[in-house]
Every structure is written in structure tokens, then in C-alpha cells.
């Protein structure tokens, strides 16, 4: 049995920061089947970065609630490459968004994070106590600065100020509206395009990065958003969530998969120069599965769902705008 709905969503106004993102873009998909009012602001309408324009369009849209999705976000080589872009953009965002939030009497708000934030080495699979028991990974510890610092805005406002805002922890996402861009992408999508561009090419290898041996636990967009929206209606506390499949794989299998996916028979070469990043990063996930929620896309279904959507961004007429 679910836990209880403290927060009924019917007749709420509730603002998706970061709705053109993928995770954003999933949660305003899952929240059309509430009796909800949906409020989104586009980039060219507010910069999020600016406290002021932050302020004012708290101020006059006046939500009930806030999902915190926004974010500048890539994979571990835009992370390493533009550590200062990762943790001022996002202390920037999310320090106006949840203090406009406080300004403005928000009820409700739900920041966030990444498994990033863990320490390098804490005990698999990781709980939410093993927060800031050790050190970082460094590819990505400028991300996982920022992310901390959210977590911890929105625990200091509910602790100082009685604020309900609360965090949730996704592990490595991915899904519809991703990022393909091969230098700053995720391993997922880098992997799909270049399986299906091998494919077309008709040649006999894909290099991935590293060695292929680190693992990594991967979520579905909707997924993650289905979650994000339970605990949005169920969760109340202080000690941010994590929000995962429960499972993990080589990025190497992981490749392989992609490879049958995309119908690539070729082979996969490593690039040990590029780094691994952490060797692993599997959450415990049993907090959320305690309150009722579990996770329905496999990786499977998940990854041919990805795979769809290249192949629709890749069929985008000439000319017409898609936004990643
Ligand atoms: O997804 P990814 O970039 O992010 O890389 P992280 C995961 C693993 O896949 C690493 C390997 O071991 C990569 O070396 N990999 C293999 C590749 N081939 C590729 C490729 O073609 N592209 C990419 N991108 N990786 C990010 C963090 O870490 O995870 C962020 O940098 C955030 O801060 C995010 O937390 C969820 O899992 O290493």
C-alpha cells in the first residue's frame, strides 16, 4: 500500500522549473493526468540565473507548488571540462528558485539532486545517510557542490523558516528529450547515436569511453517522474530521497545492449584514455519502495524508447527547431 497523500495535487498550481529539459518535459507529461494547473516559463521569458527576474515571476505567478528541475546538466566530460558553468549556474538556480519560493509562501517544493553527491567510495548500495561521509568523485564535484548546496538550502528553510521543501536523489537519467551531443551528452544517447551512425556507415566498431567497467544504474525519464510526482504528494521530511531502478550494469554490457537495440553487430572498442569516472553508484532505493512507489520501464523497453526518439530527432525536416 502507497503511503498517504498529504498533499492532494487537485486544483493546485504548480510550476515545473526546467519543463524543456528531460526530466521537466516528463514531469509536465506525468502531471497532465492530475487535476492540476500546470505553470511553465520559458528561457526567452526568464533567465533563472537573475534573482530579480526569479523574484518577480514567483511573485506573479504565484504557485502552489514548485518541481525543481531546472538545471545545467551533461555528462562526465562537460562536467570535468566547465566545472565553473556546473556549480555557479547551479547554485544560482536553485538558490533563487527556492528562496523566491520561501519570498513568496510556496507550500510546496521538491529540489533535484543526482547520485553524484555521494562520496567516491561509500558502501553499494548507497543510502541517503552516506551524504558528505567522505570525499567526491572529481569529475563531476563541482555538480555534486551545487547539488549538496540545494539539498541543504531546502532542509536550512524548513528547519528555519517551517517551509515544506523536500529533495529527491535521481540516479543516471535518460529517456525522451535527451542529450545527443557526443561531447556532452550521457553515456546512454552517446551510445545510441553512435551504434545507429556506425549502422548507416556500415562500419565494423564503436569506441566507447574508458574502460567499459564502471557501472552505472540507470532510470527512465517517466520513471523518474511518476516518483518525483509521488513523493511530491506523499513525502514530507527533512533527508532528501533517492530516487533509482535498484539495478546496475557494466557500461560495457551496457553497450552491448544499446548495440542490439540499434541492430549494430559490430564491434565495441574501449578508450582508456577517457576517464571512467566512479567505478560505481548504485543507490539503495528501498526509502521510496518502502512508501509504495517501484519503477516500471526496464532498461530494455527504456533504451528502444531512446532509441526512437534519435531516430525522430534525426528525421526533424531541415529547418525546423528542435530544443534539446
Ligand atoms: O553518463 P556519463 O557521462 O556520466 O558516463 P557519469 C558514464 C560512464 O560511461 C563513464 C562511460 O564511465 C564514461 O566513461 N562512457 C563510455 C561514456 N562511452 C561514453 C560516451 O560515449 N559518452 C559518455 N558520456 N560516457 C555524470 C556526472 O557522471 O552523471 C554528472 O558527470 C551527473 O554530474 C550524471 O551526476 C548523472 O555517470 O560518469
Known amino acids: 500500500m502507497p503511503s498517504e497523500v498529504i498533499y492532494p495535487l487537485k486544483g493546485k498550481r504548480i510550476w515545473v522549473a526546467g519543463h524543456r529539459g528531460m526530466v521537466g518535459s516528463a514531469v509536465v507529461r506525468r502531471l497532465a493526468s492530475e487535476d492540476c494547473e500546470v505553470l511553465i516559463a520559458g528561457r526567452d521569458q526568464l533567465d533563472l540565473r537573475r534573482q530579480a527576474a526569479v523574484e518577480a515571476w514567483m511573485d506573479q505567478a504565484r504557485p502552489d507548488a514548485v518541481i525543481l528541475a531546472a538545471a545545467k546538466v551533461g555528462g562526465i566530460l562537460a562536467n570535468d571540462t566547465y566545472p565553473a558553468d556546473f ?31 555521494y562520496p567516491k567510495e561509500a558502501a553499494q548500495p548507497i543510502l541517503e545517510s552516506a551524504l558528505l561521509t567522505g570525499p567526491l568523485e572529481p569529475t563531476n564535484e563541482w555538480y555534486a557542490i551545487a547539488k549538496i548546496a540545494g539539498i ?20 543516471n537519467l535518460y529517456g525522451p528529450g535527451d542529450n545527443f551531443d557526443l561531447n556532452t551528452s550521457h553515456v546512454l544517447p552517446a551510445l545510441i547515436r553512435k551504434a545507429h551512425e556506425a549502422k548507416i556507415a556500415g562500419a ?45 550494469i557494466t557500461i560495457l554490457d551496457l553497450a552491448r545492449l544499446v548495440c542490439d537495440v540499434v541492430g549494430f553487430e559490430g564491434d565495441i572498442r574501449t578508450d582508456p584514455s577517457k576517464p571512467d569516472g566512479t567505478m560505481r553508484k548504485l543507490m539503495s532505493g528501498e526509502r521510496l519502495r518502502a512508501m509504495g512507489w517501484v519503477p516500471k520501464i526496464s ?9 526512437r526518439d534519435w531516430r525522430d530527432f534525426n528525421s526533424t525536416p531541415r529547418g525546423a527547431t528542435v530544443d534539446r
Open 87 to 117: 556549480l555557479y549556474e547551479n547554485l544560482m538556480i536553485e538558490a533563487n528558485i527556492i528562496h523566491a519560493a520561501h519570498r513568496a509562501d510556496v507550500a510546496k517544493l521538491l529540489f533535484l539532486g543526482s547520485s553524484c553527491i
Open 152 to 171: 541543504k538550502l531546502a532542509q536550512a528553510y524548513r528547519r528555519q523558516h517551517g517551509r515544506d521543501f523536500i529533495s529527491a536523489m535521481p540516479t
Open 204 to 248: 565494423n566498431h564503436i569506441t566507447i569511453w574508458g574502460t567499459g567497467a564502471p557501472r552505472r544504474e540507470f532510470l527512465h525519464a517517466d520513471d523518474c517522474a511518476d516518483a518525483l510526482v509521488f513523493m511530491l504528494q506523499r513525502y514530507s521530511d527533512h533527508e532528501h530521497v533517492n530516487v533509482g531502478s535498484g539495478e546496475d
Open 299 to 307: 532498461l530494455l523497453d527504456g533504451s528502444k524508447d531512446a532509441y
